[in-house]
């Protein structure tokens, strides 16, 4: 009697639906791995065939987590200047949600220089001068609106599709639904740089009710990838391998108990890390790179930065990871003296200019970025009043912002998209997150509104019940 009290103790209902006389536990690990998807439960990441042939194999994707002022950067408004300084019109502020902005507020023009570069005559500011040299490889979506206008839910609703956790991420959906053609590094990556994390932290990264196996790992940029990934002292490669067929042994002991599938993951986590103590130390050791290639990105060898992410993002990509989300934070240029549009944003665009839009001609070099999807972009754009702050600052702003995509089946060379004549909101082109999700799930194979999840009774996807593809970007 108290063995089996005990053993009830550690049961979930899952498990006791695993044991009880009718079966339901095989119904239930099925329904874990989801039919729609066929997903080998013993090796989770293993590479998989697509709905349809996709344009994009795997995604680079870069996020400026704050909001990068479109205002500043891509969006040049003359008018803006001209009536900079002066009241915005009652009737388009007129709905409006703002998270600081207080209604006494005046328009702010930009102060930064503006021109027109290549075959397709983009605006760029003099903030971006590297982005210059791939204005014609790059398809720019001026056009881009959001639901969310706080931090942590609206990057949640970039990454996810809802604003609050416990949804499952683009990386995650990417991941499940195309596997990893990696066996030595994970097929979901995290690389993150600035002064801190960003705001709902791992929550943007997260498997969300799919299988853990999808989540992304985040990889330190310098020194051990993964902390405790190496093998104690004195620790034989003789002696580790029985410590891990030991622990692999009792985690299949349990799994036969349980039919926890959860403990599959754990197994195969096991044996990533395992592989990883080889393959890490070689993915971070630039020394590999030519002088040539480091002076192109803008990073040294030994230095973490987003310059060094974007070149190890380029690497994990030739090694096999389907996926690699770089973050890279304090976009948020508020007014305040450390978060402004005078040093602080040049600070910025410092930091990821150059290696940005080396990543995209060194992909493009090396053959890569024709089945590469690289998207650039934050969780929301800048308004076009001020923010009263000790200085120059915009607040959020949900209605009209940019982003950019190259490779991956996108026409490149392309502007997508307008604003008006102010920057308020869009007038052509608009692509919602949903649309882009849509559009972005489409380039990997899927059809958006078939790709879906189910959980707790209900069949969920990426777009919810929204988004349209938006084809007029496609190549």
């Given at each position: 009697?108290?063995?089996?009290?005990a053993?009830?103790?550690?049961?979930?209902?899952?498990?006791?639906?695993?044991q009880?006389?009718?079966?339901?536990?095989?119904v239930?690990?099925?329904?874990?791995?989801?039919?729609?998807?066929p997903?080998?439960?013993?090796?989770?990441?293993?590479?998989r065939?697509?709905?349809?042939?996709?344009k994009?194999k795997?995604?680079i994707y870069?996020?400026?987590?704050?909001?990068?002022?479109?205002?500043?950067?891509?969006?040049?408004?003359p008018k803006l200047?001209?009536?900079?300084?002066?009241?915005?019109?009652?009737?388009?502020m007129?709905?409006?949600?703002f998270?600081f902005?207080?209604?006494?507020?005046t328009?702010?023009g930009t102060?930064?220089?503006?021109?027109?570069?290549?075959?397709?005559?983009?605006?760029?500011?003099?903030?971006l001068p590297?982005?210059?040299?791939i204005?014609d490889?790059?398809c720019?979506?001026?056009?881009?609106?959001?639901?969310?206008?706080?931090?942590?839910?609206?990057?949640?609703?970039?990454?996810?599709?809802?604003?609050?956790?416990?949804?499952?991420?683009?990386?995650?959906?990417?991941?499940?639904?195309l596997?990893?053609v990696?066996?030595?590094?994970?097929?979901?990556?995290?690389?993150?740089?600035g002064?801190?994390?960003?705001?709902?932290g791992?929550t943007?990264?997260?498997s969300g009710f799919?299988?853990?196996?999808?989540?992304?790992?985040?990889?330190?940029?310098q020194?051990?990838?993964?902390?405790?990934?190496r093998?104690?002292?004195?620790?034989?490669p003789?002696?580790e391998e029985?410590?891990?067929?030991?622990?692999a042994g009792l985690?299949?002991?349990r799994?036969?108990v349980?039919?926890?599938?959860e403990?599959?993951?754990?197994?195969n986590?096991?044996?990533?890390?395992f592989r990883?103590?080889t393959?890490?130390?070689e993915?971070?050791?630039l020394?590999?790179?030519?002088?040539?290639?480091?002076?192109?990105?803008?990073?040294?060898?030994?230095?973490?930065s987003?310059?060094?992410?974007?070149?190890?993002a380029?690497?994990?990509?030739?090694r096999g990871?389907r996926f690699?989300?770089?973050?890279?934070?304090?976009?948020?240029h508020?007014g305040?003296s450390?978060?402004?549009l005078?040093?602080?944003?040049?600070?910025r665009?410092?930091?990821?200019?150059q290696?940005s839009?080396?990543?995209?001609?060194?992909l493009k070099?090396?053959?890569l970025l024709?089945?590469?999807?690289?998207?650039?972009?934050?969780?929301?754009?800048?308004?076009p009043?001020?923010?009263?702050?000790?200085?120059?600052g915009?607040?959020?702003h949900?209605?009209?912002?940019?982003?950019?995509?190259?490779?991956?089946g996108?026409?490149?060379?392309?502007?997508?998209?307008?604003t008006d004549?102010l920057?308020?909101?869009?007038?052509?082109?608009k692509?919602?997150?949903?649309?882009l999700h849509?559009?972005?799930?489409?380039?990997?194979?899927f059809?958006h509104?078939?790709?879906?999840?189910r959980?707790q009774?209900?069949?969920?996807?990426?777009?919810?019940?929204?988004?349209?593809?938006?084809?007029?970007?496609?190549?």
């Open positions: 009697m108290h063995s089996a009290a053993a009830l103790q550690h049961s979930t209902r899952r498990h006791f639906f695993g009880c006389a009718v079966g339901l536990g095989t239930a690990l099925n329904q874990l791995l989801n039919a729609d998807v997903v080998d439960a013993e090796h989770p990441m293993a590479a065939v697509a709905e349809f042939a996709p994009a795997r995604v870069l996020f400026m987590a704050g909001g990068p002022s479109q205002l500043d950067l891509f969006d040049d408004k200047r001209e009536f900079s300084g002066q009241k915005p019109p009652p009737a388009l007129a709905g409006k949600r998270a902005l207080k209604g006494n507020e328009l702010l102060t930064r220089k503006f021109a027109r570069y290549g075959q397709c005559g983009m605006e760029l500011s003099e903030l590297h982005h210059r040299k204005v490889d790059v720019w979506l001026r056009g881009m609106t959001t639901d969310v206008f706080n931090h942590g839910p609206a990057k949640l609703f970039m990454n996810t599709g809802f604003q609050a956790p416990g949804r499952p991420s683009f990386g995650a959906w990417a991941t499940y639904g596997g990893s990696s066996e030595d590094l994970p097929g979901f990556v995290v690389l993150q740089s002064p801190r994390g960003p705001r709902a791992s943007l990264w997260s799919l299988p853990t196996a999808f989540q992304g790992v985040p990889l330190r940029g020194g051990d990838a993964i902390l405790h990934l093998s104690p002292e004195g620790f034989t003789q002696r029985k410590f891990y067929d030991t622990v985690n299949k002991a799994l036969d349980t039919g926890d599938s403990i599959l993951t754990r197994l986590a096991y044996e990533t890390a990883m103590q393959s890490a130390p993915l971070m050791d020394s590999q790179e030519s002088a040539a290639t480091l002076d192109l990105y803008g990073c040294k060898a030994d230095e973490p987003y310059a060094r992410n974007c070149l190890l380029r690497r994990l990509i030739e990871s690699v989300q770089l973050y890279h934070t304090d976009w948020d508020h305040d450390k978060n402004n005078n040093e602080s944003i040049e600070a665009c410092r930091e990821v200019d290696a839009a080396a990543l995209v001609m060194d070099q090396r053959g024709e089945d590469t999807l690289v998207i650039w972009g934050g969780e929301f754009g800048r308004t009043m001020g923010e009263i702050r000790a200085n120059i915009r607040d959020h949900v209605d009209a912002f940019t982003m950019w995509l190259a490779g991956g996108v026409k490149p060379g392309v502007i997508h998209g307008a004549e920057g308020f909101g869009v007038v052509d082109g692509v919602h997150v949903h649309d849509a559009t972005l799930l489409h380039l990997l194979g059809d509104e078939k790709f879906t999840y959980f009774g209900r069949d969920f996807r990426l777009t919810d019940v929204h988004g349209r593809v938006v084809r007029e970007v496609l190549g």
